[in-house]
């Protein structure tokens, strides 16, 4: 079985500071990782995922994430957050075979001016 | 491209009352799935399909819970009895497994159903 644990349930930040949003995971298969974004009043949109090679992913909007296979972690970070990234954001794996997705808690990521 | 399409948007039933949400994936899509997600908390998997097969049920689908995909295209979530733990938003997702370019592992979610049982 797949579990996920996301260690912060609310970060508040300041506008152009660096975050980091946490993200650990046990499994006994492999698996691929994901983070999903949710905001105020909308679906879940993928963010960013890591299937193979590198290690270190990035999204388009400047988040990036990067697997680490011995620490079982998938920490999302951002050099510089703005007002317009305040919204849910959740870790999720599944197994490299397919099927359903396994989320964490989430992480609400509260920017402030 | 439309994207995966949830109906209602919202529900509100009282308890006893059996409820039914209708979810449409995205037009290529063969895989669907259904979460459930309280507040507070992150998405719970509740069931899903390859075309009009039902591959797993989570065990937190009691037997109250039904779904159905019949023609491989569009699904629906049946929910008998309600009770007040029912009451969640209710997501379906889709993706593409099998074909050239297509990524099962890459979930497209809907806007949610959410649903109040008082």
């Known amino acids: 079985a797949q579990s996920v644990t996301q260690l912060d349930s609310q970060v508040p930040v300041f506008e152009e500071a660096p975050v980091e949003l946490r993200c650990n995971y046990s499994s006994s298969v492999s698996v691929y990782l994901f983070w999903y974004v949710q905001y105020p009043n909308q679906g879940l949109q993928l963010l960013l995922k890591y299937l193979s090679g590198s290690t270190l992913v990035e999204s388009i909007n400047g988040f990036e994430a990067e697997f680490n296979k011995s620490q079982t972690s998938f920490h999302l970070r951002k050099p510089s957050v703005h007002i317009s990234d305040t919204a849910e954001y959740f870790c999720?794996?599944?197994?490299?075979?397919?099927?359903?997705?396994?989320f964490g808690q989430g992480t609400e990521l509260s920017v402030k001016p | 491209d439309t994207g995966v399409s949830q109906d209602p948007r919202h529900k509100i039933t009282k308890r006893g009352q059996n409820v039914t949400f209708r979810c449409d994936p995205i037009?290529?899509?063969?895989?669907l799935y259904w979460y459930r997600q309280t507040l507070g908390q992150g998405p719970e998997f509740l069931t899903y399909f390859q075309n009009e097969a039902q591959l797993e049920k989570s065990r937190l689908l009691s037997d109250r819970f039904s779904a159905e995909r019949p023609k491989g295209s569009f699904s629906t979530l049946e929910i008998q009895r309600t009770e007040q733990g029912d009451s969640a938003m209710y997501l379906c997702a889709s993706s593409l497994a099998g074909n050239p370019g297509g990524s099962p592992y890459e979930q497209y979610f809907g806007p949610g159903t959410r649903l109040t049982v008082t």
């Open positions: 999720a794996v599944t197994r490299v075979s397919g099927g359903k997705l396994i």
């Open positions: 037009s290529e899509h063969n895989r």
